[in-house]
């Protein structure tokens, strides 16, 4: 028989965890609905430990006493009939009516330690109802009215430090716009860790359809999952939202339970709460009336091309969508390969499925430029091509369609084309963090300081992405802002030390400003066979040490030949051999040689710019 039954409302259930795991460590037998495996009927579950556990923990809060409450409501009446009750606060709220009678224990603002005496009351009187006997008396609740002037007084400085901070974290928060948004990762509760995919992956559909919603600012995916654990206040003021969406999936017997909750980023109540038992074929049904019903409480009208856009190459195929959400998995974790086979299964299921379309594209044209040469190369981007197009030709409304054909055509080093793509996506997802930053990327390589402006709000969108730093920093050495792209590397790498681009950005930036011995020092962190090493390096030594620099260009061209035509350009146009660096550059063309992409604005090219071959190379590669 279970010693306790876990009654509370899903979406605390972060909240919850820590109680659990601290119960299960003092040696109580817990139960909660964590424990139901995939496939298993929960309801049949749930009743069938409801009535057998010894004690029934019901935790009550804002959640669990509102509207959306009634389940722990009815699991609470039941465990009162067999005098297994014991009630929890973890916000200063009372318990429904009839449930008053019994004094409820209080963890307000308990953070997981085992030695609280809050806590120490609960285990005792969980010891006591599991065994039988009188419960103890636990100390009366009384909420906190203002400040206790004491803790002022006899803090000192310090209380009034902590006084202030509380007043930035709280000041921040409240000024976060109000229409802005975060969607954390919806909880996987199928029993089973690798169902993780499709909660995390149902979380990034909700997050890609209100993207698509004017005038809403979203959370991007990389900051927003960094938030997992954290409660909905936290999350917002680390990023900077108003708003927080979260949730809980669970899939079973072909049904899917899936329980959305929208609040309030700085008092935590929920605005919106809603819970969907539909058979897995209406995941996108959902999806749109999660989205439709964030977009009511946020009190942003949707007219009927909007809604219509939620669903913009989507699938109503559960097979689609299940291939689709693994291979957004597997490229998430650049397992490249396999997630075009996912996509190409989620394509078979549903041929209409434009998004599975794009994501084929954008993953091929990946999988081709990193792997591929030769006609092997070109032939599976003209596959690629045309998996855009159909993408287009579905969703044309979508901005994904346009960014998948962007990256083809970049990577086709058809840069006029891509350009037009990258502005067509641009003005389909204005509020995309990818899409700021992938145009924003390309731009900087036109030199144009528009860039600047996109990555200011791709990064205000997804504030905590590991990358921005280092990705900044590339970007202003396009734009010859050394000093700038300086500071970006130096930030970046003061966490990441020794990561091979971003010690390659500091070099550049340090190279270009007449720095060569720090750029030397900069590229000693890394292995001696690295690419950026060895370029750079032998772009540094060029003016004191020729031989070293011929040592380094030696080394990069018989290690790395075939594919590293640009770099090899790179060192010759430092070391001013213009004939060897054209002729690099010739052969980097025909070889599609990605790095021209940058031909325009690379810092390393800078002594060959005044060359009339140059000018020529602008209006054949799609500069000029």
Known sequence: ????????????????????????????????????????????????????????????????????????????????????????RIDPVEPPLGFGETQAMSLIGWRGDRTDPHYQALLAAVEAVTAGTPRPIPPAYQPKRGIDRRLVIGGGVAAVAALGAGGWWAFNRQSAPGDSIAVLPFDNLSGDPAQAYFSDGIAQELRDALTRIAGLKVAGRSSSELMRDADGPTAAAKLGVATILSGTV??????????AELVDGITGLARWSQAYDRPIGDALAIQTG??????????????????????????????????????????????????????????????????????????????????????????????AEADARRAIALAPDLGQSYSALALVLKTRLNLNGARKAYDAAYARS?????????????????????????YQRSEALDPLRARNAVNRASMQNYLARFDDAIASAQSFLAE???????????????????????????????????????????????????TASNRSLAALTEKYGYNAQYQIAQVHAWRREPDLAFAAIGRAWHGLDPGLNGFKTDPLLAPIRSDPRYGEWLRRIGFA
């Open 430 to 454: 204005p509020g995309d963090a990818i899409v700021l930053r992938t145009r924003g990327d390309f731009l900087a390589q036109f030199g144009d300081s528009e860039a600047i402006n996109l």
């Open 290 to 383: 999660i989205a439709e019903s964030v977009a009511g409480a946020l009190s942003i009208a949707l007219g009927k091309a909007q809604k219509a856009l939620l669903t913009a190459g989507s699938t109503t195929n559960p097979a689609a969508q299940d291939a689709f959400l693994r291979g957004s998995e597997l490229a998430r974790k650049n397992q490249i390969a396999p997630a075009v086979e996912e996509y190409a299964a989620a394509i078979a299921a549903d041929p209409a499925f434009g998004k599975a379309y794009a994501s084929r594209a954008a993953n091929r044209a990946i999988l081709a430029g990193t792997n591929f040469g030769g006609n092997a190369l070109r032939d599976e981007l003209v596959r």
């Open 1 to 88: 028989m279970t010693d306790l039954f876990v009654s509370y409302k899903s979406e605390d259930r972060a909240r919850v965890a820590p109680l659990v795991a601290a119960l299960e460590a003092d040696g109580v037998g817990v139960w909660w609905d964590a424990h139901i495996g995939g496939g298993t009927e929960w309801r049949d579950s749930i009743e069938r430990e409801l009535n057998a556990a010894r004690c029934v923990l019901v935790v009550w809060s804002e959640r669990s006493t509102g509207p959306g409450g009634s389940f722990v409501r009815d699991e609470a009446t039941r465990a009162m009939r067999r005098g297994a009750y014991l009630p929890v």
């Open 496 to 546: 990441h030390a020794g990561d091979p681009q971003g010690s390659a950005a500091l070099a550049t930036a340090l190279l270009a400003k007449g720095r060569a011995g720090e750029a030397l020092q900069a590229l000693a962190v890394l292995t001696a066979d690295d690419p950026f090493r060895l370029t750079l390096e032998a772009a540094a030594y060029s003016a004191t040490d020729r």
């Open 250 to 259: 669970r899939r079973g017997a072909g049904l899917i339970r899936i329980n």
